[in-house]
């Protein structure tokens, strides 16, 4: 073919329209690949796949889910978060992924109960749950409780001076109370003074740290309460009893007179006051066993069991073996005085009329204040301790699959033959193809 000038341009042209055609063809692909994103799990036993139990609870919620993730703007963590929503996102359309940056704001970080990085608040309609790893199994068991959930009603006992659920002092349980408030529970004051009675709808009765005496009728109200299999949250200071006591005794437990003293606080977490305690290592429990960080309480009061009846008890708060027990009294033999350890928190449950019942009873009532709930692991406490006084504690537990062939298994000789081949084959395979190219060249 005799190549001029015209028939160079038409080839030019042709050039120039194909350039034009794969380019335009390669940013129509890339549109379409963004506008419908298509994921097949081709791994041997679904890996990345979420489960059936997973599924089936996303059918049953034909409300938009929206996931907060509190992930840094260059955190690893982000496309891993962004995989397991994905993951939902498959089956169900409605979900939105929002990521917050907690360095940028601390305070809704802080209200919400956030720690580190990966922590995600998933809201559903007017609930909401925390969730402290962007797991399958985690995100799953939040979503099921949220749609089970009922609006559970929390009474606080007020009128003696009692930490406000909705206070905004450093020694009131505001940001407590608006934890719980997020998370699907009702709040509400409960004064047996002008309401002598606790009505049937109430889930869990807390009583916390009375600065006054509760009175004698209000004390048999209580009591009455717990005998009827009442749920009931206790938390008691050292120097403020004020007819606690009496309440405790009827689920077998006893106030140790004094307040608990912590000489390892200064050097563990720099506080000057030795009234001030750390719980770092926790028993197995169900409210515990999700606990990592230590727990913060500023005045410790030590319990024990003083009659066991019909009740089974679970410590689930002890404190380190070098505290000891300052006595009431001012003068005292400092070589006399009780050691350490002490359990300051009590899980207990009973049956009453073949209705299970359960209480929890914690030395300390400060350490859910304002002033200390963002300490360590004190908001989760507080958290864990309601879902269990409500039987919330159930799981789903998602079976993890393994691949079948995820482990590579290869016979001594292999492995020797690939060192050969690595080693040898190959840069003698490249030397003979470049001497044949030099000589097929060198023959032209």
């Known amino acids: 073919m005799k190549i001029n000038r015209r028939s160079k341009m038409f080839l030019h042209l042709e050039a120039l329209f194909l350039t ?10 890339y549109y379409v690949a963004i506008e419908n994103e298509y994921r097949r799990d081709v791994s041997s036993q679904a890996n990345n796949t979420i489960s059936e139990q997973s599924i089936a609870i996303l059918k049953k919620m034909p409300e938009t889910i929206m996931v907060k993730a509190y992930v ?24 939105e992924l929002h990521f917050i940056n907690p360095d940028l704001v601390p305070k809704e970080a802080r209200d919400n109960g956030i720690k580190k990085e990966g922590e995600m608040i998933i809201s559903y309609g007017q609930r909401s749950r925390h969730i402290t790893n962007p797991r ?45 408030r ?48 009442g749920n009931i949250l206790i938390c ?18 006893g106030i140790i007179p004094g307040a608990v003293q912590d000489p390892n606080i200064k050097a563990l977490f720099n506080f000057q006051d030795k009234r001030v305690g750390a719980v770092v290592q ?54 006399k005085v009780k050691k350490g350890p002490f359990y300051i928190g009590y899980a207990i449950e009973s049956k009453v009329a073949g209705k299970k019942q359960r209480a929890v009873i914690i030395g300390d009532s400060d350490f859910l204040s304002n002033q200390y709930v963002g300490n360590g692991s004190n908001m989760m406490l507080g958290a ?57 060249r060198k023959r032209r």
Do not use: C
């Not at 009765?205 to 509760?214: A, Q, S, T, W």
């Open 20 to 29: 034009v055609a794969i380019l335009g063809g390669g940013i129509l692909l």
């Open 72 to 95: 840094g703007k260059n955190s690893s963590i982000r496309q891993s978060v962004k995989s397991v929503v994905d993951g939902y996102k498959q089956h169900k359309k409605n979900i």
């Open 136 to 180: 399958e199994n985690e995100i799953t068991n939040a979503l099921i409780k949220m749609h089970n959930q009922e609006r559970k009603i929390l009474a606080f006992i007020g009128g003696h001076g009692e930490r406000y659920i909705n206070g905004k002092a450093n020694f009131d349980w505001g940001d407590y109370g608006e934890y719980l």
């Open 182 to 229: 997020q998370n699907g529970y009702t709040t509400q004051l409960l004064d047996l003074s002008t309401t002598p009675f606790i009505a049937d709808n109430v889930a869990v009765l807390i009583i916390g740290g009375p600065r006054f005496e509760i009175l004698p009728g209000e004390i048999k109200i209580i009591q009455q309460y717990v005998e009827n299999g």
């Open 236 to 253: 008691v200071d050292p120097k403020e009893i004020n007819g606690i006591d009496l309440i405790a005794e009827r689920l077998g437990i």
């Open 282 to 335: 926790y028993p197995s429990h169900p409210i515990t066993n999700s606990l990592s960080l230590a727990t913060i309480f500023p005045e410790m009061a030590a319990l024990e069991i003083i009659s066991k009846d019909s009740f089974e008890y679970f410590p689930i708060l002890k404190t380190l073996n070098q505290t000891w027990l300052k006595p009431e009294k001012k003068n005292f033999d400092r070589d």
């Open 384 to 440: 864990k301790v309601i879902n269990w006084l409500i039987f919330d504690d159930k799981r789903v537990d998602i079976p993890k699959s393994y691949a079948k062939d995820s482990n590579l298994e290869m016979s001594y000789w292999f492995k020797i033959l690939i060192q050969i081949g690595y080693k040898f084959a190959i840069p003698i395979l490249f030397m003979i193809t470049g001497i044949l190219i030099w000589f097929i």
